[in-house]
Structures are given as C-alpha cells and as structure tokens.
C-alpha cells in the first residue's frame, strides 16, 4: 500500500531531490576520458556526505545465489551495453563510451534515487539518438504518470515510443 505523505513529508522529498540532483550535475561534470569509475565513486560519496545525506545504495543487501552480500558503494556506473547496478572499479572510461551513472540517497528519513546517462567526450550519432530518445521517454512517463493510470499504462508508454524509434526496452527490469 502507498502512503499518503503530508506536505512536510513532500517538501523534504523534494529537497533531497534537490540536493541529488546537484550532486549528479557535479558527477556529470567530471566525466572525461581517463578518469576511473572508482574515482566518480569517491567524489559520490564526499559530496553525499557533506550534504547531510547517506549513500542509499552502500550496505544494500541483496541475495546472489545462495549468499546474501551487501553492496559495498554509492554509486552505480554502468557502461556501454552494460544495463544496471554496476559496481565502480579501476575501469578507465575512454572517449566514445555511454556512461550510466545511477546514485541514491537517504535525506531526512527518505530515499532519493536518480540515474542519468552521460556521454564520454564524442560519442558515436547511434549513440547521442539514444540518450536523446531515452529522456523523451522519460518525459512522456512523467505525463503518464497521474492518479488511475498504472505503472503498466507507464511501461507501455515508454516500451511504444522507443520502439517506434528502432531501439528496445530491457522487459527483465
């Protein structure tokens, strides 16, 4: 069951989108060639920090087969045809890569979680169409997004619209 949040409730919501949001501008800045996954991690988690916030994502506990591991980072950075949750590392992004960046944080007793996808240095044509169909998928969700619709009539907006432009929807997530 969804809960009813109160004004103030929303009002903190938005702040902490507020201050996630600027974080991810400040992300989205450092993206060059030759800088490391790792080190986009560690900018993550000082500027979560010194937000008031905490890392979302750091201690997640989820099961992997017959064990349950908690994630050890902040961050998220998925690369090329890599779709979700991957961990940062001493990977070295190099001009022409498509960077998924996806980061939450917990502000004043709310989680906060937003991704973007950030090209590295000139990307390829094919490339730029895609991010460029990505977010008006995005903004087509948002309108469909309204008291009687279902998460389904938001799925299928978003599966329609990117199909019709030549690229598909991953159905697993």
């Known amino acids: 069951m969804i809960k009813i949040k109160t004004p103030q409730e929303i009002e903190i919501m938005a702040e902490g989108g507020r201050i996630l949001a600027r974080i991810m501008k400040e992300l989205e800045k450092n993206v060059r060639p030759g800088i490391k996954t790792i080190e986009l991690e560690r900018l993550a988690e000082r500027?979560?920090?010194?937000?008031?916030g905490k890392c979302s994502f750091k201690g997640y506990k989820s099961k992997d087969g017959e064990s349950i591991r908690a994630y050890p980072f902040c961050l998220c950075t998925s690369v090329n045809d890599e779709i979700v949750h991957v961990p940062p590392s001493n990977r070295v992004l190099k001009e022409g890569d498509v960077l998924k960046l996806d980061l939450g944080i917990f502000?004043?007793?709310f989680h906060c979680d937003m991704a973007?996808?950030?090209?590295?240095?000139?990307?390829?044509?094919?490339?730029?169409?895609?991010?460029?169909?990505?977010?008006?998928?995005?903004?087509?969700?948002?309108?469909?997004?309204?008291?009687?619709?279902?998460?389904?009539?938001?799925?299928?907006?978003?599966?329609?619209?990117?199909?019709?432009?030549?690229?598909?929807?991953?159905?697993?997530?």
């Open 47 to 52: 500027l979560i920090l010194k937000s008031g």
């Open 107 to 109: 502000y004043k007793g």
């Open 116 to 173: 973007i996808t950030v090209p590295v240095g000139k990307v390829s044509f094919e490339a730029q169409r895609l991010i460029r169909v990505t977010k008006k998928a995005l903004k087509l969700a948002i309108k469909k997004a309204r008291p009687g619709n279902t998460f389904g009539d938001i799925g299928n907006t978003i599966q329609r619209y990117v199909e019709s432009q030549g690229f598909n929807v991953v159905r697993e997530l």
